[in-house]
């Protein structure tokens, strides 16, 4: 949409303040620590993994949203507290009861957010001990320090500002995220936190989340491992007595467009600085019965390892791509109904390779940092995306290095 500006550094959001600080979680003097305060009165929403194994942050979560308003978020980094039995809720549930205490509020207004290595225990005085100060520290302007403190192999922070006109009235919406290994969305992916200064009702909140969720965070792969931890807020400061915009409205839809262009930016921020990714890849399908038959098929290309290593090489082997194709599960896939391109540049159509195919073109278009890759499975007019990224050395690299 037009009238979106996506803005070059990030703008405060009215009625949230956040502060960071290093409180030595996993790595001493590393900044690992972020609160984010929601003023009084405000609508928060969340989606969470579905991993059935999910951390024990991400319960309690999950259990005071679904009864209490919000007024702070405590996020860390280097610790997923996940795996960790009955202790693991022992140490959420300590940080919210002493943050709770020095904000104050109830302890269910506080919600907790974990992100690193799973299966270890999580020092939770460590975060006890530095609340004092990061809540005396609050402050309207510090998203980038938030996106920096949630970091963990990100290579990058991940912070998106972006603003638009709804209802006569110039409306912010700014997001930070996290995730750069173990992401496959179920649900959320990753960590990511995004405000807006729009009133919009508690009850459509939720709703516009997942929806913004599902064409965002929900279409991107790394890896195809979805994390315990994962978990996707959207908060709400507007005045409900005064701007509140309403459903199925042209204000409604510019708002939805503007949370989504935040949240596709953050979701493709998060791929570009996949886990020694060098390639960022759209894989676009079309022409299947369904999105969710189109979606097989796109994350089997985008998920297989012989497609990723390709990638990474420049290699336009294209047999890999069709053997994902046809190992997909789609239904009523057939041959001649496939086609495969690179970009705009055709390999293969109805199902055969194209007489004219030069293998140096393609993998000319293989070599950019950024290229689609676009798959025909039918005639009907069905389309979806999937953002992938390719599988370097540095992926292994990195993950074997992990825990060192």
């Not at 308003?69 to 002493?98: E, H, M, T, Y």
């Not at 798959?375 to 050395?393: A, M, N």
């Amino acid at each position: 949409m037009s009238d979106i500006r996506t803005l070059e550094s990030p703008a405060p959001v009215a009625g949230v303040r956040l502060a960071t600080a290093a409180a030595g979680i996993r790595k001493v003097g590393k900044v690992d620590l972020c609160v984010i305060e929601i003023v009084p009165g405000a609508r928060t929403a969340g989606v969470f993994t579905r991993n059935v194994f999910c951390a024990a942050p991400v319960i309690i979560a999950r259990e005071h949203l679904n009864t209490h308003s919000p007024r702070l978020l405590v996020i860390n980094s280097g610790n997923a507290n996940a795996g960790n039995g009955q202790q693991g809720f022992l140490d959420a549930r300590k940080v919210c009861a002493s943050a709770a205490s020095l904000l104050p509020c109830g302890m269910a207004e506080v919600l907790p957010f974990s992100t690193g290595v799973i299966g270890q225990q999580l020092d939770s005085a460590k975060i006890v001990n530095v609340l004092p100060a990061i809540l005396a520290a609050l402050s309207e302007t510090q998203w980038d320090e938030a996106s920096r403190a949630i970091m963990t192999t990100d290579t990058v922070p991940k912070c998106v500002s972006a603003q638009a006109t709804v209802a006569g009235r110039l409306v912010t919406v700014t997001g930070i995220a996290k995730g750069a290994g173990m992401i496959k969305p179920n649900m959320a992916t990753m960590l990511a936190f995004v405000a807006t200064d729009a009133a919009i009702r508690q009850s459509d909140l939720q709703g516009l989340l997942q929806a913004v969720v599902d064409r965002t965070f929900n279409r991107i792969t790394i890896d195809g491992d979805t994390s315990t931890n994962d978990s996707c807020i959207l908060i709400s400061t507007g005045d409900l007595r005064s701007a509140t915009v309403q459903p199925g409205t042209p204000d409604w839809h510019t708002l939805a467009a503007l949370i989504e262009h935040v949240g596709r930016e953050l979701a493709r921020a998060i791929v570009r600085d996949g886990e020694g990714a060098t390639k960022l890849v759209t894989v676009r399908v079309s022409g299947g019965i369904s999105e969710s038959e189109c979606l097989k098929a796109a994350y089997a290309v985008a998920e297989s390892p012989l497609v990723k290593t390709a990638l990474f090489a420049s290699d336009p082997n294209w047999g890999r791509i069709l053997a994902a194709v046809g190992r997909s599960g789609v239904a009523e896939l057939r041959m001649e109904s496939i086609g495969i391109a690179l970009n705009d540049y055709p390999i293969i159509a109805g199902g055969e390779p194209v007489s004219s195919y030069d293998e140096a073109v393609s993998a000319r278009i293989m070599a950019g940092s950024e290229f689609d890759i676009r798959i025909s499975i039918g005639e009907r007019p069905t389309c979806v995306e999937v953002l992938t990224c390719d599988f370097s050395f540095d992926y292994v690299r990195i993950n074997a290095e992990y825990r060192s």
